[in-house]
C-alpha cells in the first residue's frame, strides 16, 4: 500500500507548498507503474496524521496575497494535482477522520472511494467566503453525488455529518476502522485495477461497442 499523510503541523491547509508536497508524491506513484507486477501494490491511500482533522482546505492567508496571475497559478497547480489523482492506475482512497472542508472536498473528489470516521464532517464554504472554488470541486461532485446534495454543499454551505455524507453517495462507508477493507483492496490483481481504471475513465464518452474494443485492446496488453 502507497500512503500518504498530510501533517503541516495545524489545519493542514491546501497551500500552495503543500500542493507541490502532494504532487511531488503522486508523481513518485507514477514510476511505481508496473500492472503484470503482482508485488507491485495497486492501493493509495491518503490520510491524516492529526486527530480529528483530516484537512481545512486552501490557504485563505495565502490568498489574499494573491493579483490574478498567482490565483490563476495556484487554481491550475490543484487542479492538475486532482487530474493526476484520477490518472493514477492504482485504487486511490481518501480515508477521512474529522473535519473535510473546502478544497479538501475537492480534494477526495478526486479520489476512488473515500471512507470516513462517523466524526467526520464535510462542507464547502466558497459561497459564504465570497469566492468560487478553482481546483474543480464544483464540476467533480457529479460523479459522486446527485444536484440537489451539490447545491447544499457548494450553496446552502451546510456541513454534512459522516452519516448523512454517506446517504448522500460522497462517502462510500463510514466505520472507526477501515484495515479489512483496505487489505481487501490491497488483494485485487494490479492488471485488473488498471484495466477497469482505464476502462472506467472512458466510460462515458464511448459507446458500448467502443467499450468492448477497448477492454480487448486492454486485455491484450496487460494478460498476454
Known amino acids: 500500500m502507497h500512503e500518504i499523510v498530510l501533517d503541516d503541523g495545524g ?15 503522486v508523481s513518485g506513484l507514477r514510476g511505481c507503474e508496473v500492472p503484470r507486477d503482482p508485488a507491485t501494490s495497486q492501493l493509495v491511500v491518503l490520510r491524516s496524521a ?17 493579483g490574478a496571475a ?28 474529522g473535519d473535510c472542508f473546502g478544497g479538501a472536498l475537492d480534494l477526495v473528489l478526486a479520489f476512488d472511494l473515500r471512507f470516513a470516521t462517523p466524526r467526520s464532517r464535510f462542507s464547502h464554504p466558497g459561497a459564504r467566503l465570497g469566492i468560487i472554488t478553482g481546483f474543480g470541486g464544483t464540476s467533480r461532485w457529479r460523479k459522486a453525488i446527485d444536484r440537489s446534495a451539490a447545491r447544499r454543499l457548494f450553496l446552502g454551505n451546510e456541513v454534512l455529518p459522516a452519516a448523512e455524507a454517506e446517504s448522500i453517495g460522497l462517502v462510500d462507508r463510514v466505520a472507526e476502522s477501515f484495515d479489512d477493507e483496505l487489505a481487501r ?4 490483481d494490479p492488471a485488473v485495477v488498471r484495466m477497469m481504471k482505464e476502462l472506467s475513465r472512458h466510460a462515458d464518452a464511448l459507446s458500448a461497442s467502443d467499450l468492448r474494443l477497448v477492454g480487448e485492446r486492454l486485455g491484450e496488453v496487460y494478460f498476454r
Not at 14 to 24: N, P
Not at 50 to 66: C, K, N, T, V, Y
Not at 70 to 79: D, I, K, S, V, Y
Not at 185 to 188: D, E, Q, V, W
Open 11 to 25: 489545519m493542514n491547509l491546501l497551500s500552495s507548498d503543500a500542493l507541490r508536497r502532494l504532487r511531488d508524491a
Open 50 to 66: 492529526l486527530p480529528h482533522i483530516f484537512a481545512a482546505g486552501a490557504d485563505m492567508a495565502e490568498m489574499r496575497q494573491f
Open 70 to 97: 498567482e490565483a490563476e497559478a495556484f487554481a491550475r497547480l490543484g487542479q492538475e494535482l486532482f487530474d493526476a489523482i484520477e490518472k493514477l492506475p492504482m485504487i486511490t482512497v481518501a480515508l477521512i477522520d
Open 185 to 188: 483492496l490491497s488483494s485485487l
